[in-house]
């Protein structure tokens, strides 16, 4: 970054395990310019004014997915949000909703994290196909059906934004469910069946009371609430073919 | 003692890998795959997905078209690497880099496609023809977010996810562990294993501006050598030549594969005054825009020096010129890179050019390993960036890494599960527990040390501007050693960083102090090693009488190593040339046919 002329108040809603019970407020000044963005302002407090100050970053070029914030109470990624944008400030900027902190603006990603390994967020096929025969084949407009929900970073601000989650931390969340049918979209996968359960489930898409936050946050363009809107579909179809198949005597 | 004063938990692995990007993925799933009865540990200080191997844009190369072959590959490859390369390596790499793109998406990697539902690949700097694969200009993500996913459905991976590893654990000259941080609560744990599997990525973050992550600090480089592994061809750091002025952001190389031009003040394409010419309005292998990274770093640097660059806020720039390829091309092939250009130099590349200027991007050196991936540590493997297999000599090509990383990868997980089964861990004894509580003691004194001196951010940016001064695309004697000095002399203040920060948990500050420790030593392997080799190759160009490559003296791999409260030491060693012999190297027209070209489309005088 440069270092302009100009300066900008940053507040910072920290908390230290070791010494606070509630969080506090920090208000610094840092230098900006026309390109100083919000992780820039941060890391000037941590290495000119503050060392303690603890935040994750690491690509900054929006696309790792650690840098998260609520600023102004939205949820940003603070690479890819800038100092300008927001003058004469200040910029108010605490952890990311939805999410217990445990220190100052890092949070404890395992509400999402712990949920992935049951959404089975891998190709599933009937039977595997061997290396010798080369890649499935794709058509460019098969993949663009999962361009944008294979486009997610993790980032989890659909999170800090969803309601819905914020009022009950099972719902399986935006982020997760794009991902679910990023997979069940892809013309290669088998698995929708194995992955229906989530789905259905009082956590699954059905705790989404279309809001569209999600969407409206995503710093990737993932579009969450259709990615759901689409699974509550397939959730309907499920929920009525098995219907069908009890009803004629069949068991599930 | 109490756990709070540093007491160390032991925990038992059968193989133990340190970082979780796609070379520490690929090796955890191989293992898992191969040995679902193998306990595995997967550890990183930041959670896989994070991991750098994200923000690769262009792609990863592997033989696929019928233009093309393994030789062609190999040779393309040492050609690159001005025959620094080992060629048995690189043998064994382009031999088995198909077969990793093919593995990949079976997992599920969103490769682009042609029209006919087959894999695309695109042309990328010198490269012969058409052989990297992409997913749109996002393959990295793709690439870790598959290998990611994918790496959850196997239960023998145990993940550790925030967990910065200090120090590995050696006994009787083994490998048998490492010590690392719980960063959430700043307890230590000891990981004890059959084997251990370095993958930590590069150290780019040695320089002011570079195009890496924050946490590509390299802690594994840093490791190996205090346990007397070498670092090998560490001068060669590859400076990317596309990258946004000040921030150093990737702009990729897939943007001149599909057709961009780089242009300077003038709006001449100034690459035909430096041998890649002739002037080509199509993307043509090893021409032009498609020279090799070194080349073209090289040639922005003598149009600096001419003033024929253009001047922006953040520092000198050319034109990167992509508005001739459409909108729509833009947003089906390049459309992170027309995401970055806004977002961050608030440029549409439909509309108006890229401002480009290259910045360090990648460790082509590292810690010396055989064409196995095993170091001279009985039990220590190492792939991806922070290993030195051979295979990318004195300048990496593009798209040569991504591969690199799944290839050996795979070959460190198999070699360490293969090790580990012979030496079976015994856990935890008297003299692994008095090493791991020394590291503990060691780490807690950095954070409780009084340290008077100055602010981390001081040294460390002292550090960055001295290797930018030093060892940047054109180097002296001079300018070299007064980077060694400046670097020795920050060796010594390092006991009296002053942290702010004297908490435990989640204390980021304590951990970069002691990344920096890390960092440091790295940087006075890349100034010694650059200093000692007295000639000019690849991307290691000398301003003074060393400035032509000399095959009878520096034909051979430097090695460094290092001793406590001495400068590093440079050693050499033979390079394995098995089949092409040193020859010339040209792009552009003055391309030779001995040095792996084909005719095949290309336009040439």
Not at chain 2, 127 to 149: P, V
Not at chain 2, 210 to 220: E, F, K, R
Not at chain 2, 262 to 288: A, C, F, I, W
């Amino acid at each position: 970054m440069s270092t302009g002329e100009r300066q900008i108040d940053i507040i910072v809603e920290r908390f230290d395990p070791a010494r606070d019970e509630q969080v506090r407020r920090e208000r610094y000044t840092v230098p900006y310019d026309h390109d100083t963005s919000l992780l820039d302002g941060l890391n000037y407090i941590k290495d000119h004014i503050d060392g303690s100050l603890t935040f994750r970053w690491s690509c900054r070029m929006a696309i790792c997915g650690s840098c998260g914030k609520m600023v102004d109470g939205e949820p940003r990624l603070s690479c890819k949000t800038f100092l300008r944008d927001f003058a004469p400030g200040p910029v108010h900027v605490e952890a990311l909703h939805h999410f217990p902190v445990i220190k100052d603006l890092v949070v404890d990603q395992a509400g999402f994290l712990d949920k992935l390994h049951d959404a089975r967020l891998w190709l599933l096929r009937d039977e595997e196909r061997p290396l010798s025969d080369g890649p499935h084949p794709q058509t460019p407009q098969q993949r663009a059906r999962i361009e944008s929900t294979s486009a997610c970073i993790n980032c989890l601000l659909c999170y800090a934004a969803c309601p819905q989650y914020g009022l009950d931390t099972d719902f399986a969340g935006p982020g997760l469910l794009a991902l679910v049918e990023r997979y069940n979209a892809d013309s290669r996968d088998q698995g929708k069946a194995e992955r229906m359960p989530l789905i259905n489930a009082e956590e699954g898409v059905w705790s989404c009371t279309l809001v569209g936050n999600c969407s409206a946050v995503c710093p990737k363009g993932v579009d969450p609430a259709a990615a759901i809107n689409r699974n509550k579909l397939e959730s309907t179809k499920d929920y009525f073919l098995r219907f069908l198949k009890l009803g004629l005597g069949g068991r599930e | 003692m109490s756990r709070a004063d540093g007491l160390v938990e032991s925990l038992r692995f059968d193989v133990v890998i340190v970082g979780g990007g796609g070379a520490g993925l690929s090796a955890a799933i191989a293992v898992a795959e191969q040995h679902p009865d193998l306990s595995i540990a997967l550890l990183s200080k930041v959670v896989p997905m994070r991991s750098h191997t994200v923000a690769a844009e262009g792609g990863a190369a592997g033989v696929v078209t019928d233009a093309d072959d393994l030789d062609l590959h190999f040779r393309d490859t040492v050609v690159g690497g001005e025959w620094l390369c080992d060629q048995d390596a690189v043998d064994h790499f382009v031999a088995r880099c198909t077969e990793e793109m093919v593995r990949l998406e079976h997992w599920g990697c969103p490769w682009s496609r042609r029209a006919d539902g087959g894999t695309a690949v695109r042309n990328f700097g010198g490269m012969s023809t058409a052989r990297t694969w992409y997913a749109a200009d996002k393959t990295g993500f793709h690439i870790l977010h598959t290998l990611f996913q994918t790496s959850l459905k196997f239960n023998g991976i145990q993940r550790f996810d925030e967990y910065f590893v200090l120090d590995l654990l050696v006994d009787d000259g083994r490998c048998c562990g490492a010590v690392a941080i719980d960063i959430a609560s700043g307890s230590f744990r000891a990981f004890h294993a059959g084997a251990v599997v370095m993958a930590t990525g590069g150290a780019g973050r040695v320089f002011r501006q570079n195009t890496n992550a924050g946490i590509l600090t390299g802690d594994g480089l840093g490791m190996a050598l205090r346990h007397g592994v070498a670092l090998r061809d560490m001068e060669f750091v590859q400076f990317h030549p596309t990258t946004l002025p000040g921030s150093g952001v990737l702009i990729t190389e897939g943007c001149r594969g599909e057709g961009g031009y780089l242009t300077n003040r003038d709006g001449h394409r100034y690459l035909q005054d430096y041998d890649l010419g002739p002037v080509v309005s199509e993307p043509t292998p090893k021409t032009m825009e498609l020279g090799p990274r070194d080349r073209l770093s090289q040639a922005f640097w003598h149009e600096q020096q001419a003033g024929r660059t253009v001047d922006t806020p953040t520092g000198p720039a050319v034109n990167l010129e992509l508005m001739h390829l459409g909108r729509r091309k833009l947003a089906e092939r390049l459309p992170f890179i027309s995401e970055l250009s806004r977002t961050f130099v608030g440029v549409d590349p439909a509309e108006a050019p890229i401002p480009v200027c290259p910045s360090v991007h990648y460790t082509m050196g590292g810690i010396a390993t055989d064409r196995s991936t095993a170091t001279a540590l009985a039990g220590l493997y190492a792939c991806g960036e922070c290993a030195s297999v051979g295979i990318h000599g004195a300048n990496r090509l593009g798209s040569n890494s991504l591969a690199e990383l799944l290839v050996f990868g795979r070959d460190a997980g198999v070699g360490a599960a293969a090790f580990a089964l012979d030496h079976r861990s015994k856990g935890a004894s008297a003299a692994l527990d008095a090493q791991a509580g020394d590291s503990a003691a060691q780490a807690l004194d950095r954070l409780n040390r009084p340290g008077g001196g100055e602010r981390l951010a001081t040294l460390r940016d002292r550090m960055t501007q001295a290797m930018q001064d030093g060892v940047g695309i054109y180097r002296s004697a001079e300018a070299m050693a007064a980077t060694c000095e400046t670097l020795e002399a920050l060796a010594r203040s390092l006991d009296d960083i002053r942290l702010d920060d004297r908490g435990r948990a989640f204390n980021t500050e304590w951990l970069s102090a002691i990344e920096f420790g890390f960092t440091l030593d790295v940087a006075r392997c890349i100034a010694y090693a650059a200093l000692n080799r007295r000639e000019s190759r690849g991307s290691h160009q000398r301003l003074d009488e060393y400035n032509k490559r000399d095959d009878e003296n520096f034909l051979c791999h430097s090695l460094a190593t290092l001793e406590p409260g001495a400068a590093p030491r440079i050693e050499y060693a033979g390079v394995n040339v098995t089949r092409l012999p040193p020859g010339e190297r040209r792009y552009g027209g003055h391309k030779e046919r001995s040095d792996g070209d084909r005719a095949g489309g290309e336009k040439t005088i």
